[in-house]
């Protein structure tokens, strides 16, 4: 926890939900950063650390742990830190005395992940107790019934490497198992996999694929799985599900998902931060060009916010403003660095390495950002910060005499963790069994591309590559062009969008009508959109009409939390120098910060009496400053009275909640007290009781404390955005038949835009309900099929930090 100077213990600290599940108290970090170290040339540190590991690190904790986090982290930090002891060994200056004691360790957590893979189907439950394995609600597993589709299908190199290092196939033939039948189940025409699966049944519980969140590293593997095994089978699945993704998912330069049984049809309208691993993974295919596209649209994303937001819109808005300092986008620069060697992407590391150091570093660390758009801090350094960004930005700009060893002999794994490709080789036992569900004598050579193409061939001229990102950097940066839209049939018009539609304006009722939707006033002055697709003058005009749905609801939802902009609170004087950003709830009364160009800056002082519910009788102390105050007692507004009768230039409520934080509680909005405010000139903000005792210990340390209070870190360059009239926007396929986009029979669709009531959002004005019909199970792979759920399962992703 970089703000509070140390490490994050779980049942120490307040619970964070699902995203806790990877601390087991085993020393995450440490375990996760051991093959950084040797790769970064520190021999002596590493040394140390895993003489730490093997003296302090116990893993027979009654913790639950998710198995995919564990597998990738520990696992994965086990075997790689093994694989440098042992390269280090054999040089023969370092770790004589190591005798594969990483290696054991690895063999007992991977006999601890075993009990999770004791299902039916093969497919790991998601969660395991390193102690007492899978025995029901008493060790607090096995009730689950569904699983991600990576968290079951990144699990084959570490599982296979364990088993090629110590000889005991049982690791590997597990692994394995578990991908057989998620081949098994995919969807057969359009050959792409949802995103969470029953783990029992094997019956797709989320039908939206893509290949970012739940998704993306079960692609990964597959590939990877054949450069470090020498396996066919998986190039083969691989390239099978590639040709797939890139005639449905992958629309340059974008990656949006789509329905599997529908592949024609779009399930959102925004991507998540994880796909940016997909660049690199293009690259290991082979496939240059929609690299340079994707990658492009990502790092003009990422200048535009000065971080890639969790989530951001097609016309690159910000979707979830978080970044817990993701090293996806890092990890493709440095794959088309190493495939173009074109020293643009040096460039990008650049930007990368600048902003980290400007917004992210603080005293103990480099902080995760809480919200982009305003620069607040998060306590949270990942272990894959240290496990994966470190290594691609050192590698990205290392010479070869800079590294202890090649990197071509070794696979990355989706944490970085460093493999031996001599593992292909290494004995496998004759009880290993591999499943092979297909005839090699009817394979086709083109299911495979056995060579990566030569890129000096590919691009003779450097200006090619800079041809392809000019329009992205276009696109993204400047006008924001809208493409040409498309019209129905005989209407004559483009398709109506939710951003312009005016209820009392005939002509978008009739519009409405066209597309099935019907408007209905509530007596309580709500408005309630309904859609009937069936009603719908074509099938065309049926799938407007969802889109119009949709679009209400995430417009709904960015109008809400425009109505609930959180602010910040930044420590300016030393030693923090504006490092430290605490994220700040607003208060209803007072300046408005977001129409100040500076803030509001100065020093901190507690007022007395700390509740300010009377006169100050510190007043001439707190004359000219911002005031510290504590929650309760009074109402804000006479609290923010008080402070500014004695000459306060702002002031800052710290909740009297113990315990309580910004990471797990909404964003909190001080209201007045029912009468008229506008005599309160200064501004007032809140911090959660975590944030706040930051700022009252570093008032009891440095005595004279500036902060500054502005509606976004002023450290922070203006982000230019594009205004609603020039929205760039993707739009479904228009190539699909009338035949496949009408649902085969009457479907209802009702769209709610106030749906999302998760944290940080006001409860809006206009509204509407959503539900599906739902008479028979064929339905579901309908047109409409399964959208609400789906929107409702990715917002739920906010909260456990997907």
């Given at each position: 926890?970089?703000?509070?100077?140390?490490?994050?213990?779980?049942?120490?600290?307040?619970?964070?939900?699902?995203?806790?599940?990877?601390?087991?108290?085993?020393?995450?970090?440490?375990?996760?950063?051991?093959?950084?170290?040797?790769?970064?040339?520190?021999?002596?540190?590493?040394?140390?650390?895993?003489?730490?590991?093997?003296?302090?690190?116990?893993?027979?904790?009654?913790?639950?742990?998710?198995?995919?986090?564990?597998?990738?982290?520990?696992?994965?930090?086990?075997?790689?830190?093994?694989?440098?002891?042992?390269?280090?060994?054999?040089?023969?200056?370092?770790?004589?005395?190591?005798?594969?004691?990483?290696?054991?360790?690895?063999?007992?957590?991977?006999?601890?992940?075993?009990?999770?893979?004791?299902?039916?189907?093969?497919?790991?439950?998601?969660?395991?107790?390193?102690?007492?394995?899978?025995?029901?609600?008493?060790?607090?597993?096995?009730?689950?019934?569904?699983?991600?589709?990576?968290?079951?299908?990144?699990?084959?190199?570490?599982?296979?490497?364990?088993?090629?290092?110590?000889?005991?196939?049982?690791?590997?033939?597990?692994?394995?198992?578990?991908?057989?039948?998620?081949?098994?189940?995919?969807?057969?025409?359009?050959?792409?996999?949802?995103?969470?699966?029953?783990?029992?049944?094997?019956?797709?519980?989320?039908?939206?694929?893509?290949?970012?969140?739940?998704?993306?590293?079960?692609?990964?593997?597959?590939?990877?799985?054949?450069?470090?095994?020498?396996?066919?089978?998986?190039?083969?699945?691989?390239?099978?599900?590639?040709?797939?993704?890139?005639?449905?998912?992958?629309?340059?330069?974008?990656?949006?998902?789509?329905?599997?049984?529908?592949?024609?049809?779009?399930?959102?309208?925004?991507?998540?931060?994880?796909?940016?691993?997909?660049?690199?993974?293009?690259?290991?295919?082979?496939?240059?060009?929609?690299?340079?596209?994707?990658?492009?649209?990502?790092?003009?994303?990422?200048?535009?916010?000065?971080?890639?937001?969790?989530?951001?819109?097609?016309?690159?808005?910000?979707?979830?403003?978080?970044?817990?300092?993701?090293?996806?986008?890092?990890?493709?620069?440095?794959?088309?660095?190493?495939?173009?060697?074109?020293?643009?992407?040096?460039?990008?590391?650049?930007?990368?390495?600048?902003?980290?150091?400007?917004?992210?570093?603080?005293?103990?660390?480099?902080?995760?950002?809480?919200?982009?758009?305003?620069?607040?801090?998060?306590?949270?350094?990942?272990?894959?910060?240290?496990?994966?960004?470190?290594?691609?930005?050192?590698?990205?700009?290392?010479?070869?005499?800079?590294?202890?060893?090649?990197?071509?002999?070794?696979?990355?794994?989706?944490?970085?963790?460093?493999?031996?490709?001599?593992?292909?080789?290494?004995?496998?036992?004759?009880?290993?069994?591999?499943?092979?569900?297909?005839?090699?004598?009817?394979?086709?050579?083109?299911?495979?591309?056995?060579?990566?193409?030569?890129?000096?061939?590919?691009?003779?001229?450097?200006?090619?590559?800079?041809?392809?990102?000019?329009?992205?950097?276009?696109?993204?940066?400047?006008?924001?062009?809208?493409?040409?839209?498309?019209?129905?049939?005989?209407?004559?018009?483009?398709?109506?969008?939710?951003?312009?539609?005016?209820?009392?304006?005939?002509?978008?009722?009739?519009?409405?009508?066209?597309?099935?939707?019907?408007?209905?006033?509530?007596?309580?002055?709500?408005?309630?959109?309904?859609?009937?697709?069936?009603?719908?003058?074509?099938?065309?005009?049926?799938?407007?009409?969802?889109?119009?749905?949709?679009?209400?609801?995430?417009?709904?939802?960015?109008?809400?939390?425009?109505?609930?902009?959180?602010?910040?609170?930044?420590?300016?004087?030393?030693?923090?120098?504006?490092?430290?950003?605490?994220?700040?709830?607003?208060?209803?009364?007072?300046?408005?910060?977001?129409?100040?160009?500076t803030g509001v800056r100065g020093f901190a002082a507690v007022a007395e009496p700390y509740s300010g519910c009377t006169e100050l009788t510190n007043a001439a102390l707190v004359e000219g400053r911002i005031a510290l105050l504590q929650r309760g007692q009074c109402m804000f507004a006479e609290k923010a009275r008080h402070i500014q009768k004695a000459g306060a230039i702002g002031g800052i409520v710290i909740d009297d909640n113990e315990g309580s934080s910004s990471d797990t509680a909404p964003l909190f909005q001080m209201a007045g007290d029912g009468r008229s405010t506008d005599d309160i000139t200064l501004p007032l903000l809140f911090?959660?009781?975590?944030?706040?005792?930051?700022?009252?210990?570093?008032?009891?340390?440095?005595?004279?404390?500036?902060?500054?209070?502005?509606?976004?870190?002023?450290?922070?360059?203006?982000?230019?955005?594009?205004?609603?009239?020039?929205?760039?926007?993707?739009?479904?396929?228009?190539?699909?038949?009338?035949?496949?986009?009408?649902?085969?029979?009457?479907?209802?669709?009702?769209?709610?835009?106030?749906?999302?009531?998760?944290?940080?959002?006001?409860?809006?004005?206009?509204?509407?309900?959503?539900?599906?019909?739902?008479?028979?199970?064929?339905?579901?792979?309908?047109?409409?099929?399964?959208?609400?759920?789906?929107?409702?399962?990715?917002?739920?992703?906010?909260?456990?930090?997907?």
């Amino acid at each position: 926890m970089p703000l509070t100077c140390r490490g994050r213990v779980r049942g120490l600290e307040p619970s964070r939900g699902d995203v806790d599940d990877a601390l087991g108290k085993f020393s995450l970090t440490l375990i996760d950063t051991l093959d950084t170290l040797a790769l970064l040339n520190k021999t002596a540190e590493f040394e140390e650390a895993v003489r730490k590991v093997l003296s302090d690190v116990r893993l027979d904790n009654d913790v639950v742990v998710s198995v995919f986090e564990t597998n990738i982290r520990v696992l994965g930090g086990l075997l790689g830190g093994h694989s440098m002891a042992v390269l280090l060994k054999e040089g023969g200056q370092h770790m004589l005395w190591y005798e594969d004691e990483l290696l054991d360790m690895a063999k007992d957590l991977g006999e601890r992940l075993l009990p999770a893979f004791n299902t039916s189907s093969g497919l790991p439950y998601p969660r395991v107790n390193l102690r007492h394995g899978v025995r029901g609600p008493e060790t607090r597993t096995g009730t689950e019934t569904d699983t991600c589709t990576a968290c079951a299908g990144t699990i084959i190199l570490e599982f296979a490497a364990l088993s090629r290092f110590t000889g005991d196939p049982i690791f590997e033939t597990h692994a394995r198992r578990a991908l057989d039948f998620l081949w098994e189940k995919r969807q057969r025409n359009s050959n792409l996999v949802g995103t969470t699966i029953n783990i029992h049944s094997g019956e797709w519980v989320r039908r939206d694929s893509g290949v970012g969140a739940g998704v993306d590293s079960y692609y990964e593997y597959l590939l990877k799985a054949y450069i470090l095994l020498g396996d066919d089978l998986f190039l083969q699945r691989f390239n099978i599900h590639y040709a797939s993704i890139m005639k449905y998912i992958s629309q340059p330069p974008l990656l949006l998902d789509v329905h599997i049984h529908k592949p024609l049809l779009p399930a959102r309208t925004w991507m998540d931060s994880l796909l940016a691993f997909f660049p690199g993974l293009q690259v290991l295919k082979g496939d240059i060009r929609p690299a340079i596209e994707t990658h492009e649209m990502l790092y003009q994303v990422t200048k535009k916010h000065n971080f890639l937001p969790e989530a951001f819109t097609t016309d690159f808005r910000v979707h979830w403003a978080q970044h817990p300092l993701r090293p996806e986008f890092a990890e493709s620069t440095y794959f088309l660095f190493k495939a173009t060697r074109d020293p643009y992407y040096l460039e990008v590391g650049r930007t990368v390495l600048e902003n980290l150091n400007r917004f992210a570093r603080v005293p103990c660390g480099f902080a995760a950002m809480k919200d982009v758009r305003t620069g607040s801090h998060e306590d949270r350094m990942d272990s894959f910060f240290l496990a994966e960004m470190f290594k691609y930005l050192f590698l990205l700009f290392a010479d070869p005499e800079d590294l202890p060893f090649d990197v071509e002999d070794y696979v990355f794994t989706t944490e970085a963790h460093l493999l031996p490709l001599s593992l292909s080789t290494a004995q496998r036992s004759r009880s290993l069994t591999v499943a092979n569900t297909t005839s090699w004598e009817e394979l086709d050579d083109s299911n495979f591309d056995w060579s990566c193409p030569n890129t000096r061939l590919l691009f003779p001229d450097p200006a090619f590559p800079r041809s392809l990102r000019e329009p992205i950097r276009s696109a993204v940066d400047k006008s924001c062009p809208r493409p040409a839209s498309r019209s129905e049939p005989g209407l004559g018009r483009p398709p109506l969008r939710a951003r312009d539609f005016m209820a009392n304006n005939p002509e978008h009722l009739e519009l409405l009508r066209r597309m099935g939707v019907s408007l209905i006033h509530l007596k309580d002055g709500r408005v309630q959109l309904v859609q009937h697709a069936t009603q719908a003058v074509s099938a065309v005009a049926a799938e407007d009409g969802l889109r119009f749905m949709q679009e209400m609801m995430e417009l709904s939802s960015q109008q809400q939390k425009e109505q609930l902009p959180p602010r910040a609170v930044q420590i300016v004087s030393h030693p923090f120098f504006g490092r430290v950003v605490l994220t700040a709830g607003p208060a209803q009364f007072g300046m408005d910060l977001s129409k100040s160009s500076t803030g509001v800056r100065g020093f901190a002082a507690v007022a007395e009496p700390y509740s300010g519910c009377t006169e100050l009788t510190n007043a001439a102390l707190v004359e000219g400053r911002i005031a510290l105050l504590q929650r309760g007692q009074c109402m804000f507004a006479e609290k923010a009275r008080h402070i500014q009768k004695a000459g306060a230039i702002g002031g800052i409520v710290i909740d009297d909640n113990e315990g309580s934080s910004s990471d797990t509680a909404p964003l909190f909005q001080m209201a007045g007290d029912g009468r008229s405010t506008d005599d309160i000139t200064l501004p007032l903000l809140f911090l959660f009781h975590k944030e706040g005792n930051i700022l009252q210990e570093a008032l009891q340390e440095y005595k004279e404390l500036e902060v500054l209070l502005s509606d976004k870190a002023r450290d922070r360059e203006g982000e230019e955005d594009c205004s609603p009239e020039e929205d760039l926007r993707a739009s479904p396929s228009p190539s699909s038949s009338p035949e496949e986009q009408q649902p085969s029979r009457s479907t209802e669709e009702q769209a709610e835009p106030e749906a999302d009531k998760t944290k940080r959002e006001a409860e809006a004005e206009d509204t509407a309900e959503a539900e599906v019909d739902g008479d028979s199970a064929q339905s579901m792979e309908a047109l409409l099929a399964d959208w609400k759920e789906d929107l409702e399962a990715f917002q739920q992703m906010e909260k456990d930090e997907l």
